[in-house]
């Protein structure tokens, strides 16, 4: 191999390294933000919302990191085969990120509602940060190394998640006297950001398992 080809996957290499940093970096902050989410409520402290925020921008960071890095990657060293599968994972997958980042802002917007069980029981949320800070721990291990099976684990944590809000919709559609209309709506959303932040992390798991799938093996004589 000759010193350029070297000097190509030396540069190629250190790239796919500081873009696997950041989107593990991504997924650390993810959870630190569901982390600080269960304590908060928990502890019936409704100030997290700017810790939330705050963490959310480390994320959107990160995200411009990543683009401009594995655009660079693409236009300039052409990578191959898997160092090719896993620049898409990663730019198609930090999209993800940000968004169940969004959705643990909107979450923390609402946690007095949420409190108040007018959506669901407030020990059913508290199951459901529990949940989701499992998918997010789940998925940061099933990145590195990559590990299809922890991605599968992803999903089915989901499906506990999704039975969690599809219970709250329906306390939802029976009513309660005595709830606030203001208060339902918001604990409302916030069971719905939650529900969608999990389906964000699902699609990264997927990503994952289709990177680490073999192919199926060829039908034809050899």
């Known amino acids: 191999m ?5 000097g190509g996957r030396s540069r190629l290499d250190e790239q796919l ?3 696997t940093a950041d989107f593990l970096s991504m997924q650390d902050t993810l959870a630190g933000q569901l982390r600080a989410l269960q304590a908060a409520f928990a502890q019936g402290d409704t100030s997290v919302r700017e810790e939330v925020e705050r963490l959310d921008r480390d994320i959107g960071a990160a995200n411009a990191r990543i683009e401009g890095e594995a655009l660079h990657l693409l236009a300039r060293q052409s990578p191959v085969a898997h160092d090719l599968k896993l620049t898409l994972l990663i ?13 643990a802002k909107h979450v923390a917007r609402r946690l007095s509602a949420l409190r108040a069980g007018t959506a669901g029981h407030p020990s059913e949320f508290a199951q459901a940060l529990a949940l989701l800070l499992q998918m997010a721990t789940t998925l940061r291990a099933a990145s590195s190394p990559m590990n299809a099976a922890l991605a599968h684990e992803v999903r089915a944590l ?3 998640v999704d039975a969690l809000y599809d219970r709250a919709v329906e306390q939802v559609l029976a009513g ?17 950001a939650a529900e969608r932040l999990g389906d964000h992390l699902v699609n990264v798991a997927q990503r994952t398992e289709r990177l ?7 039908d034809a004589p050899a």
């Open 2 to 6: 000759s010193a350029g080809s070297l």
């Open 17 to 19: 390294e500081r873009m």
């Open 91 to 103: 730019l198609q997958s930090t999209p993800d990120l940000e968004r169940a980042g969004d959705y």
């Open 158 to 160: 989901d499906d506990q």
């Open 176 to 192: 309660r006297p005595d709830a606030a209309l203001a208060d339902t709506l918001e604990a409302s959303h916030a069971w719905r």
């Open 212 to 218: 680490l799938a073999r192919p199926a093996p060829s």
